[in-house]
């Protein structure tokens, strides 16, 4: 399952950057970037110089930029594409992991939480996908809905003409109900939303609740689940967006994400979960 191959992602993240270096394999250490070309000046018997070039390189279908492949610059360049990688320090964590994990999911690279060659490869390409501006997945239908993707840990609210309202990172647990084509609304007798949610255990607030009708009751969207004693989130928002942490069923969002869907959704609206 991908939660169980996130765990060894991160695993895996924990001994590459913990150890210094966050771009290569346990065993190997990526190649740097191929250097750009130059040209080689030669001086012909007589006094004017001649020049020569060297052989041009195969054809890639991306260009790469040359970027000095340190933990550093990839923060940097996370940063830059919206994945929130945190400070730019140089430094391995669960914080630049995340983003990695953002961005590898944004541009359907297997989500293994470091930096390996195809990863770096990509993020200093020229085409890419920024995380935060990710296209509206294919086959999610058409007209206004929203658009979850349980891959790629993300949610769409998608206007009636194909335009994107907004869009934002989730968590939540796949394993609790099915993909497919439900709307929002009340269930089991229970409102559609919620201001001020608790969890069963009511000791977590959830805040902006909006309820998916499954059946199920008390599935829905809501901001990451708030500690009513203290105040504080469960965990930070940069989780959000990756296969880092589970949902007990919900898929929390950040505050402003759960308003935007509480506004969108203020009447019954279709939501389209992908796999």
Same mark, same amino acid.
């Given at each position: 399952?991908?939660?169980?191959?996130?765990?060894?992602?991160?695993?895996?993240?924990?001994?590459?950057?913990?150890?210094?270096?966050?771009?290569?394999?346990?065993?190997? =250490?990526?190649?740097?970037?191929?250097?750009?070309?130059?040209?080689?000046?030669?001086?012909? &018997?007589?006094? =004017?110089? /001649? /020049?020569? !070039?060297?052989?041009?390189?195969?054809?890639?279908?991306?260009? =790469? !930029?040359?970027?000095? $492949?340190?933990?550093? +610059?990839?923060?940097?360049?996370?940063?830059?594409?919206?994945?929130?990688?945190?400070?730019?320090?140089?430094?391995?964590?669960? $914080?630049?992991?995340?983003?990695?994990?953002?961005?590898?999911?944004?541009?359907?690279?297997?989500?293994?939480?470091? %930096?390996?060659?195809?990863?770096? +490869?990509?993020? /200093?390409?020229?085409?890419?996908?920024?995380? +935060?501006?990710?296209?509206?997945?294919?086959?999610?239908?058409?007209?206004?809905?929203?658009?979850?993707?349980? !891959?790629?840990?993300?949610?769409?609210?998608?206007?009636?003409?194909?335009?994107?309202?907004?869009?934002?990172? %989730?968590?939540? +647990?796949?394993? @609790?109900?099915?993909?497919?084509?439900?709307?929002?609304?009340?269930?089991?007798?229970?409102?559609? $939303?919620?201001?001020?949610?608790?969890?069963?255990?009511?000791?977590?607030?959830?805040?902006?609740?909006?309820?998916?009708?499954?059946?199920?009751?008390? @599935?829905?969207? $809501?901001?990451?689940?708030?500690?009513?004693?203290?105040?504080?989130?469960?965990?930070?928002?940069?989780?959000?967006?990756?296969?880092?942490?589970?949902?007990?069923?919900? %898929?929390?969002? !950040? %505050?402003?994400?759960?308003?935007?869907?509480?506004?969108?959704?203020?009447?019954?609206?279709?939501?389209? @979960?992908? &796999?």
């Amino acid at each position: 399952m991908r939660r169980m191959q996130a765990i060894t992602g991160i695993v895996a993240t924990t001994l590459l950057l913990g150890g210094g270096s966050a771009f290569g394999t346990p065993r190997t =250490t990526d190649a740097t970037p191929s250097p750009t070309t130059t040209a080689s000046t030669t001086t012909s &018997p007589t006094p =004017t110089p /001649t /020049t020569t !070039t060297s052989p041009t390189p195969s054809p890639t279908t991306t260009t =790469t !930029t040359t970027v000095k $492949h340190t933990l550093a +610059n990839a923060q940097r360049l996370l940063n830059g594409l919206g994945c929130d990688a945190g400070l730019v320090d140089g430094r391995a964590g669960t $914080h630049t992991t995340a983003a990695i994990i953002r961005f590898q999911a944004a541009n359907r690279l297997a989500q293994v939480g470091w %930096m390996n060659s195809t990863t770096w +490869n990509k993020l /200093t390409a020229t085409k890419k996908i920024a995380c +935060n501006r990710r296209p509206v997945p294919a086959y999610s239908g058409t007209g206004r809905r929203i658009v979850v993707d349980r !891959t790629q840990n993300w949610i769409w609210l998608v206007r009636s003409d194909g335009t994107i309202k907004w869009q934002g990172g %989730m968590i939540d +647990n796949p394993t @609790v109900w099915r993909s497919g084509t439900y709307r929002s609304g009340s269930d089991c007798g229970r409102p559609a $939303h919620s201001r001020y949610g608790l969890d069963y255990s009511k000791t977590l607030r959830l805040d902006y609740f909006t309820r998916l009708v499954t059946g199920q009751c008390g @599935v829905g969207f $809501h901001r990451v689940p708030v500690y009513r004693t203290s105040g504080n989130q469960i965990h930070p928002d940069w989780y959000l967006g990756t296969n880092l942490k589970v949902s007990h069923g919900c %898929m929390r969002v !950040t %505050m402003r994400t759960a308003q935007e869907i509480t506004a969108f959704t203020a009447g019954s609206t279709r939501i389209v @979960v992908k &796999p």
